[in-house]
């Protein structure tokens, strides 16, 4: 195994890609610590100890948020972005057309959506701002509005990161960026967990119950995020002059988990808003409602699966084309065997897609309540070992070494991915 891992640092393109994309690993760290000028550090400090709202937000940008630092909103507007062209496509005709013109309408697609996550991602950092103007030394619209341009250059910034990771580096950049910050939390949390057993809080079969079931969630997330339904697919003999083409046999592979994260991403947004406004509203009854869809309440936890299931139908419909996955099939001659071609293949399946996504919905609901349910049970808190992040790990870890396994048996050399 370890030789078959070496074959790695054996190929000189691989050996500069991996390279390449620790440096930029390094640099993204670098910034996290880069304070934004006008901010008094102290303040952030108490605002964070006051709530895990702002913790939960801190982890997906590696501790930057609450350093407040340059890359305090990480790619966040830039994900929002992405999946607001994504579900543009659908009512925009330009949009769907860029998305079938392969490479050049990828492009286009791509310069929207930078040009979005500016926008984005100075709303947001005007609003950031000005909640957070108790921590600013001197909270004047003009030092107001260099904090957000400020804030929002960091966020520009880690985009061309993240595509020059994509193009020059290994693996999804963004995605890459997303999973270092929540890695980087790991020391702080296994610190955490360590001050606890040593003050007595927990025990340590506790800790040892904490490690067991985090193993085991991280093994189910695999068994599901790499779990397909194969639809088999027959085609037909074509003789085209001297040439027969087709008569193969070959499947449509649909994905457990099409949605991905996605669904987690809404449904908790959605959550969010009401305890984040009543952090920096005075008013009886938004606290009153803020109150009862607090982290963990009944309240909460039942809203937050209902709208994962929803939003993990949702998006699947969005996303995945039956329609066009049917025209398909007739126009290259293919079928799927029982089954008519034209509409009967469609609602076949839109059929099997529906079932699998059921599926697919539950195992995201279970995911997303599941840390609830473990802080409760070993009484570890303060330590954000959240669903959402647990997805973004698993899955851009297996893509990033599906290329890289793609990339050394190219080369003639042993995988390392069993």
Do not use: C
């Amino acid at each position: 195994m370890l030789e078959a891992f070496g074959n790695i640092f054996r190929i000189p393109e691989l050996r500069q890609k991996i390279i390449f994309t620790l440096i930029m690993f390094a640099v993204f760290r670098m910034g996290t610590h880069i304070p934004v000028p006008g901010v008094d550090p102290q303040a952030i400090a108490q605002l964070f100890a006051s709530g895990s709202l702002f913790g939960l937000l801190d982890l997906f940008s590696g501790g930057a948020f609450s350093k407040f630092s340059i890359f305090a909103m990480s790619i966040t507007p830039y994900i929002n972005a992405a999946i607001i062209i994504q579900l543009l496509n659908v009512v925009i005709p330009t949009l769907e057309q860029w998305s079938k013109e392969g490479q050049e309408g990828y492009k286009k697609t791509t310069q929207v959506t930078r040009y979005l996550t500016v926008i984005l991602a100075f709303l947001q950092a005007i609003g950031m701002s000005i909640g957070l103007k108790s921590a600013i030394l001197n909270p004047n619209p003009i030092n107001i509005l260099i904090i957000a341009i400020t804030l929002t250059a960091g966020t520009v910034f880690l985009m061309w990161l993240g595509e020059q990771i994509t193009a020059q580096g290994v693996g999804n950049g963004i995605s890459l960026i997303i999973f270092a910050g929540i890695v980087a939390a790991l020391p702080k949390n296994i610190g955490t967990i360590y001050h606890y057993v040593q003050a007595g809080t927990i025990s340590y079969f506790s800790v040892f119950l904490f490690a067991v079931i985090a193993i085991l969630m991280v093994m189910f997330v695999v068994f599901i995020e790499t779990g397909f339904r194969r639809v088999p697919i027959s085609y037909t003999k074509r003789v085209v002059g001297q040439k027969a083409y087709g008569g193969h046999t070959s499947h449509i592979p649909l994905k457990v988990n099409q949605a991905g994260v996605i669904p987690i991403i809404f449904a908790s947004s959605v959550l969010m808003f009401p305890p984040t406004i009543a952090q920096f509203i005075d008013n009886e009854t938004v606290k009153m409602i803020a109150s009862h869809l607090q982290w963990g309440t009944p309240l909460q936890t039942t809203l937050y699966v209902a709208m994962i299931i929803f939003f993990t139908y949702f998006y699947t419909a969005v996303t995945v084309k039956i329609p066009d996955m049917a025209d398909n099939l007739k126009k290259y001659g293919g079928f799927i065997p029982g089954v008519r071609p034209g509409q009967p293949t469609a609602d076949y399946l839109d059929h099997v897609l529906t079932r699998i996504t059921l599926a697919g919905s539950v195992f995201l609901a279970f995911i997303a309540v599941l840390p609830n349910m473990i802080a409760a049970g070993t009484r570890i808190e303060g330590v954000y070992f959240g669903g959402t992040a647990l997805l973004i790990v698993v899955g851009v870890a297996l893509q990033t070494m599906k290329q890289i396994e793609s990339m050394v048996v190219m080369r003639h050399y042993e995988g390392f991915m069993k």
